[in-house]
T-cell receptor
Framework: DVKVTQSSRYLVKRTGEKVFLECVQD?????MFWYRQDPGLGLRLIYF???????EKGDIPEGYSVSREKKERFSLILESASTNQTSMYLC????????????????FGPGTRLTVT | KNEVEQSPQNLTAQEGEFITINCSYS?????LHWLQQHPGGGIVSLFM???GKKKHGRLIATINIQEKHSSLHITASHPRDSAVYIC??????????????FGPGTRLSVLP
């Protein structure tokens, strides 16, 4: 069974704090993703990584950075948390298929509900 | 216009009813996923399909590539099916990211 874990289920931080959200997967997946989910907006991609030390911006990267120093771990960093970053954060991972194709799935972690006050 | 749309947005059903959730998309895709998100946030992948129909237990998913439309059906619905169901499409791009475009979700409540 693929397992994707996130460091916290619930987190409360103050405005201006630096926040680290950690994600770990145990299936040697190449790809890892960070999403945020907000009511009425669905899931939106923040950043993704297709290899160690590789990262690409998603749809809403502003205010976030990421780190992938090891294949199994993908960290999302809020350099200076703001109230509009209060959200549910979901991490996911998947295999990378060179040929593209359609035979892979994304596996999601349980989510971290972050509140910035 | 969103690239992936779902209907209905909210759905309440009585236990035992047959349920259909629809997804339409406007981009070329190589795969479509149906995801289930339970209260509390955890997301489970239900189906991944690129053509035809798949069945798993009481769940059936169909896709019509020409019409850019997919449906998720639940037969003999049960209160434990209550969740948000999300349609997600992967574009035909071979870009490294293989990222998805997600629909807004359909919130299903099945009453006993």
């Amino acid at each position: 069974d693929v397992k994707v874990t996130q460091s916290s289920r619930y987190l409360v931080k103050r405005t201006g704090e630096k926040v680290f959200l950690e994600c770990v997967q145990d299936m040697d997946h190449e790809n890892m993703f960070w999403y945020r989910q907000d009511p009425g907006l669905g899931l939106r991609l923040i950043y993704f990584s297709y290899d160690v030390k590789m990262k690409e911006k998603g749809d809403i990267p502003e205010g976030y950075s990421v780190s992938r120093e090891k294949k199994e771990r993908f960290s999302l960093i809020l350099e200076s948390a703001s109230t509009n970053q209060t959200s549910m954060y979901l991490c996911a991972s998947s295999f990378y298929h060179l040929a593209g194709g359609n035979s892979y799935e994304q596996y999601f972690g349980p989510g971290t509900r972050l509140t910035v006050t | 216009k969103n690239e992936v749309e779902q209907s209905p947005q909210n759905l309440t059903a009585q236990e035992g009813e047959f349920i259909t959730i629809n997804c339409s998309y406007s981009v070329g895709i190589s795969a479509l996923h149906w995801l289930q998100q339970h209260p509390g946030g955890g997301i489970v992948s239900l189906f991944m399909l690129s053509s035809g129909k798949k069945k798993h237990g009481r769940l059936i998913a169909t896709i019509n590539i020409q019409e850019k439309h997919s449906s998720l059906h639940i037969t003999a619905s049960h209160p434990r099916d209550s969740a948000v169901y999300i349609c997600a499409v992967r574009s035909g791009s071979l870009a490294h990211g293989q990222n998805f475009v997600f629909g807004p979700g359909t919130r299903l409540s099945v009453l006993p």
